[in-house]
RNA sequence: UGCCCCAUGGUGUAAUGGUAGCACACCAGAUUUUGGUUCUGUUUGACUGAGUUCGAGUCUCGGUGGGGCAACCA
C-alpha cells in the first residue's frame, strides 16, 4: 500500500471558509471553546465508499484545521442502523489514510453519544421544547405543508411533558412498531424555513445497530444528532456541503438549547461549501452501488469509478488528488469542474515521478532485414528524463520488433510524422531505420514491416545526430512481455452527466496481447506507475498474477496532432 | 407564488473600494531522441438596470438567470 504525506502546511490562497476561522480566531472564540483550539470533523455515513467529493471535505476539514494548529477527528455518522454496516468503516479509514490524512486517536460514533442525546432529549420535553406525536408519516407530511403554504399543528402537540416522556421511553423499549411514534421538537409549524415546522428528532427503528445492538430502538435524526454530536466534541467549525444550508438555522437552535442546559456559552458553527461536481461523472452513491450491484463495474474499486480505491486503482495519486482539490477551490457557487483538471493534476505528479518504459498496445511486426541473424543488443534507456538521478536501465533490442500499429502508414498522410515506406524514422535509444516494404495476409492487412538499420546510428554515436521525421516506441518481439492492458476511458457520454446520461460503452476497452518490454518485470508490483512512452500512464492492477501482466490506463498523454 | 444561497474569459478560481490576475482548455511559435515535458506569445471575461463614491468586480436597491428547502435519509 502506497502511503504519502500530505504537506497541510503548505500555503494556500484562503477561501471564505477559512476567513470565517480567521475571523472567530481573532474574535476569540476558538480560545473560548472546549478544547481552545480549531476543532473540525469529518462525518461519513458508513453506509458506501468515499468519493472524490469526500476528498473535497476531507482536504478541507483536515487541511483547515492543521492550517490553523487544529485538530480534526473522524467521526462515523451511524445513527441509522437500517442503512449503516461496518463494512465500510475499515476502507473509508484507509481512504483517509491514503489521502494523506490522520486523526489520531480521535476516531469516535455518533452512536457514542446515544445516551448523551437522549438526556437531551429528556430535558427538551421536561422544558416543553419537544413531544411526541403518535401520527403516521402520511399525516405528519401533509401536516407540514409545502414551502408556499403554512403547517398545522399536530394534535398531540400539547400533550403534558410527563405524558410525551412516558411514551418517548416507552418507544426506545420496544413496545411501538415503527412509524407509529416520533419525538418532534416544538417549534413553527408556520416557519418559512420547513426545517423549523415540528422537524422530527427522534424515530423507531427495530434493526439492530452495528455497534450498539439492540439497546436503543429509537434513534437520532440527522438534524438532532449531527450538530449535537459536534457540541459533545468540542467541535468549532463544522464544514459541510450547500445542501445543509437551510439546516443551519436549526443547527444554531439546537446548539443554543444544549448550551443552555450546559450552561456554557460555547456553541459550534456551520459553514458550508459548493460540493463537488465533475464532468462525465456521477457522484450519487445510489448510483454507484447500483453500477456494482448489477456488474456494470468491476466494483467499487473499479478504475472507472470516482470512489477513492477506483482512483487509486486507476493510478491516481493522494498527491495528485490534493493538488486538484487546491486548483478547484471552495466556493459557495454550484459548479461544474472540467474533469482534465483532474487529468491535468494527475499527469503533472506522474510526469515527474513515472518510470519511463517502452510498451506496444497495437503492435505489429517489423523485421530488420540487414540485421545479422540472432544477435540481441542492449540499449540503456533514461528511467525518467524529469528527474535527475533517476538513472536508466536496459533495453535488448534484435532483428524481429513490435511497433505501433497506427506508427506506420504505407501511404502517409499530411502530418504524418511516423514510418512509412522509403523514410526514416528514429526508434528511441536505438537505431535509425528505413523502411523498404511489407508483407500483407491474405486479407491485405500488413503483417510484417520490413526495414533496414543505419549501423552508425545507435543513440550515443555520431551517426545519431541527424533529423528524422520522428521518434516511435517498440519492443523486442523475443523479449517482450505479454500483457493485459485496460484503457480507460470517461464512463458517462454527457458532460453534464446525470443518473439518466448513457454510458459510454468504451469506458473500458481491454487489450489482451500487449507487449512491454522485460524492464517490468522486475518492478511488477500492484500499484507500480509507469509512462509508456509516447502512450500514457499504467499502473499495474490488482488482477495481475504471476503469468499474466495486467496494466490500467490512468490517463493518456497529451497530444497534439 | 414563500424562505435561503449563488452569478468574474469556454471551465474553475483570485482580488477585501484603487492597473481584472492564475490554472485548465484553445490557438500560434521555439526547443525536444516521447506529436510528452519545458519556454514564448495570441484570443477570450464582470448577468442586467439604477444608485452611493473622486473611483465599484467589490457597497445598496430592483430585475434576470441558476441552485437548494416540503425523507420517520445524511
Given at each position: 500500500?502506497?502511503?504519502?504525506?500530505?504537506?497541510?502546511?503548505?500555503?494556500?490562497?484562503s477561501?471564505?471558509?477559512?476567513?470565517?476561522?480567521?475571523?472567530?480566531?481573532?474574535?476569540?472564540?476558538?480560545?473560548?471553546?472546549?478544547?481552545?483550539?480549531?476543532?473540525?470533523?469529518?462525518?461519513?455515513?458508513?453506509?458506501?465508499?468515499?468519493?472524490?467529493?469526500?476528498?473535497?471535505?476531507?482536504?478541507?476539514?483536515?487541511?483547515?484545521?492543521?492550517?490553523y494548529?487544529?485538530?480534526?477527528?473522524?467521526r462515523?455518522?451511524?445513527t441509522?442502523?437500517?442503512?449503516?454496516?461496518?463494512?465500510?468503516?475499515?476502507a473509508?479509514?484507509?481512504?483517509?489514510?491514503?489521502?494523506?490524512?490522520?486523526?489520531?486517536?480521535?476516531?469516535?460514533?455518533?452512536s457514542?453519544?446515544?445516551?448523551?442525546?437522549?438526556?437531551l432529549?429528556?430535558?427538551?420535553?421536561?422544558?416543553?421544547?419537544?413531544?411526541?406525536d403518535?401520527?403516521?408519516?402520511?399525516?405528519?407530511?401533509?401536516?407540514?405543508?409545502?414551502?408556499?403554504?403554512?403547517?398545522?399543528?399536530s394534535p398531540?402537540?400539547?400533550?403534558?411533558?410527563e405524558?410525551?416522556?412516558?411514551?418517548?421511553?416507552?418507544?426506545?423499549?420496544?413496545e411501538?412498531?415503527?412509524?407509529?411514534?416520533t419525538?418532534?421538537?416544538?417549534?413553527?409549524?408556520?416557519?418559512?424555513?420547513?426545517?423549523?415546522?415540528?422537524?422530527?428528532?427522534?424515530?423507531?427503528?427495530?434493526?439492530?445497530?452495528?455497534?450498539?445492538?439492540?439497546k436503543?430502538?429509537?434513534?437520532?435524526?440527522?438534524?438532532?444528532?449531527?450538530?449535537?454530536?459536534?457540541?459533545?466534541?468540542?467541535?468549532?467549525?463544522?464544514?459541510c456541503?450547500?445542501?445543509?444550508?437551510v439546516?443551519?438555522?436549526?443547527?444554531?437552535?439546537?446548539?443554543?438549547?444544549?448550551?443552555?442546559?450546559?450552561?456554557?456559552?460555547?456553541?459550534?458553527?456551520?459553514?458550508?461549501?459548493?460540493?463537488?461536481n465533475?464532468?462525465?461523472?456521477?457522484?450519487?452513491?445510489?448510483?454507484?452501488?447500483?453500477?456494482?450491484?448489477?456488474g456494470?463495474?468491476?466494483?467499487?474499486?473499479?478504475?472507472?469509478?470516482?470512489?477513492?480505491?477506483?482512483l487509486?486503482r486507476?493510478?491516481?495519486?493522494?498527491?495528485?488528488?490534493?493538488?486538484?482539490?487546491?486548483?478547484?477551490?471552495?466556493?459557495?457557487?454550484?459548479?461544474?469542474?472540467?474533469?482534465?483538471?483532474?487529468?491535468?493534476?494527475?499527469r503533472?505528479?506522474?510526469?515527474?515521478?513515472?518510470?519511463?518504459?517502452?510498451?506496444?498496445?497495437?503492435?505489429?511486426?517489423?523485421?530488420?532485414?540487414?540485421?545479422?541473424?540472432?544477435?540481441?543488443?542492449?540499449?540503456?534507456m533514461?528511467?525518467?528524463?524529469?528527474?535527475?538521478?533517476?538513472?536508466?536501465?536496459?533495453?535488448?533490442?534484435?532483428?524481429?520488433?513490435?511497433?505501433?500499429?497506427?506508427?506506420?502508414?504505407?501511404?502517409a498522410?499530411?502530418?504524418?510524422?511516423r514510418?512509412t515506406?522509403?523514410?526514416?524514422?528514429?526508434?528511441?535509444?536505438?537505431?535509425?531505420?528505413?523502411?523498404?516494404?511489407?508483407?500483407?495476409?491474405?486479407?491485405?492487412?500488413?503483417?510484417?514491416?520490413?526495414?533496414?538499420y543505419?549501423?552508425?546510428?545507435k543513440?550515443?554515436?555520431?551517426?545519431?545526430?541527424r533529423?528524422?521525421k520522428?521518434?516511435?516506441?517498440?519492443?523486442?518481439?523475443?523479449?517482450a512481455?505479454k500483457?493485459?492492458?485496460?484503457?480507460?476511458?470517461a464512463?458517462?457520454?454527457?458532460e453534464?452527466?446525470t443518473?439518466?446520461s448513457e454510458?459510454?460503452?468504451?469506458?473500458?476497452?481491454?487489450?489482451?496481447?500487449?507487449y512491454?518490454?522485460?524492464?517490468?518485470?522486475?518492478?511488477?508490483?500492484?500499484?507500480?506507475?509507469?509512462?509508456?512512452q509516447?502512450?500514457?500512464?499504467?499502473?499495474?492492477?490488482?488482477?495481475?498474477?504471476?503469468d499474466?501482466?495486467?496494466?490500467?490506463?490512468?490517463?493518456?498523454?497529451?497530444?497534439?496532432?
Amino acid at each position: 500500500m502506497e502511503t504519502s504525506e500530505a504537506n497541510v502546511t503548505e500555503k494556500k490562497s484562503s477561501n471564505f471558509v477559512e476567513e470565517f476561522i480567521e475571523e472567530d480566531i481573532a474574535a476569540g472564540k476558538v480560545a473560548a471553546s472546549p478544547t481552545k483550539m480549531v476543532h473540525t470533523r469529518f462525518p461519513p455515513e458508513p453506509n458506501g465508499y468515499l468519493h472524490i467529493g469526500h476528498a473535497k471535505a476531507i482536504c478541507m476539514d483536515f487541511g483547515a484545521a492543521a492550517k490553523y494548529g487544529g485538530q480534526c477527528n473522524l467521526r462515523f455518522d451511524d445513527t441509522n442502523p437500517s442503512r449503516e454496516d461496518t463494512e465500510y468503516v475499515d476502507a473509508i479509514k484507509e481512504d483517509i489514510h491514503w489521502l494523506g490524512f490522520d486523526w489520531g486517536d480521535r476516531m469516535y460514533y455518533a452512536s457514542d453519544y446515544f445516551q448523551q442525546l437522549w438526556d437531551l432529549a429528556e430535558e427538551m420535553i421536561r422544558r416543553g421544547l419537544a413531544y411526541v406525536d403518535e401520527q403516521s408519516a402520511e399525516v405528519i407530511a401533509e401536516q407540514k405543508g409545502t414551502p408556499t403554504q403554512p403547517g398545522v399543528e399536530s394534535p398531540f402537540r400539547n400533550r403534558p411533558a410527563e405524558e410525551s416522556l412516558d411514551l418517548f421511553r416507552r418507544m426506545n423499549k420496544g413496545e411501538f412498531d415503527e412509524g407509529t411514534m416520533t419525538l418532534r421538537a416544538k417549534i413553527d409549524m408556520a416557519s418559512p424555513n420547513m426545517h423549523f415546522r415540528d422537524p422530527i428528532m427522534y424515530r423507531i427503528i427495530k434493526y439492530p445497530h452495528h455497534r450498539t445492538g439492540t439497546k436503543w430502538q429509537a434513534y437520532p435524526m440527522y438534524d438532532f444528532a449531527h450538530g449535537q454530536s459536534d457540541f459533545i466534541e468540542g467541535i468549532t467549525h463544522s464544514i459541510c456541503t450547500l445542501e445543509f444550508e437551510v439546516h443551519r438555522p436549526l443547527y444554531e437552535y439546537f446548539a443554543k438549547i444544549f448550551a443552555e442546559i450546559k450552561g456554557t456559552t460555547y456553541t459550534p458553527r456551520q459553514i458550508e461549501f459548493n460540493r463537488l461536481n465533475l464532468t462525465h461523472t456521477v457522484m450519487s452513491k445510489r448510483y454507484l452501488r447500483n453500477m456494482v450491484e448489477t456488474g456494470v463495474v468491476r466494483g467499487w474499486d473499479d478504475p472507472r469509478m470516482p470512489t477513492l480505491c477506483g482512483l487509486r486503482r486507476r493510478g491516481y495519486t493522494p498527491q495528485s488528488i490534493r493538488d486538484f482539490i487546491t486548483t478547484i477551490g471552495y466556493t459557495k457557487y454550484d459548479a461544474l469542474n472540467d474533469i482534465r483538471l483532474l487529468e491535468n493534476a494527475v499527469r503533472n505528479d506522474l510526469n515527474k515521478n513515472a518510470t519511463r518504459i517502452m510498451g506496444v498496445i497495437d503492435p505489429v511486426k517489423l523485421t530488420i532485414t540487414n540485421w545479422p541473424a540472432g544477435k540481441v543488443e542492449m540499449c540503456e534507456m533514461d528511467n525518467n528524463p524529469e528527474q535527475e538521478g533517476s538513472g536508466v536501465h536496459q533495453m535488448p533490442f534484435s532483428g524481429e520488433l513490435y511497433i505501433e500499429r497506427e506508427d506506420f502508414q504505407e501511404v502517409a498522410e499530411k502530418k504524418f510524422f511516423r514510418l512509412t515506406i522509403d523514410k526514416e524514422v528514429r526508434l528511441k535509444s536505438a537505431y535509425i531505420i528505413k523502411c523498404t516494404g511489407v508483407e500483407k495476409d491474405a486479407e491485405g492487412k500488413i503483417v510484417n514491416i520490413l526495414c533496414t538499420y543505419d549501423p552508425e546510428s545507435k543513440s550515443g554515436m555520431p551517426g545519431a545526430d541527424r533529423k528524422v521525421k520522428g521518434t516511435l516506441h517498440w519492443v523486442s518481439a523475443q523479449h517482450a512481455v505479454k500483457a493485459e492492458v485496460r484503457l480507460y476511458n470517461a464512463l458517462f457520454m454527457d458532460e453534464e452527466a446525470t443518473t439518466e446520461s448513457e454510458r459510454n460503452p468504451e469506458s473500458e476497452i481491454v487489450v489482451e496481447n500487449a507487449y512491454i518490454e522485460p524492464f517490468v518485470k522486475e518492478h511488477a508490483e500492484v500499484g507500480n506507475k509507469f509512462q509508456f512512452q509516447r502512450l500514457g500512464y499504467f499502473c499495474i492492477d490488482k488482477d495481475t498474477t504471476a503469468d499474466k501482466l495486467v496494466f490500467n490506463r490512468t490517463v493518456s498523454l497529451k497530444e497534439s496532432k
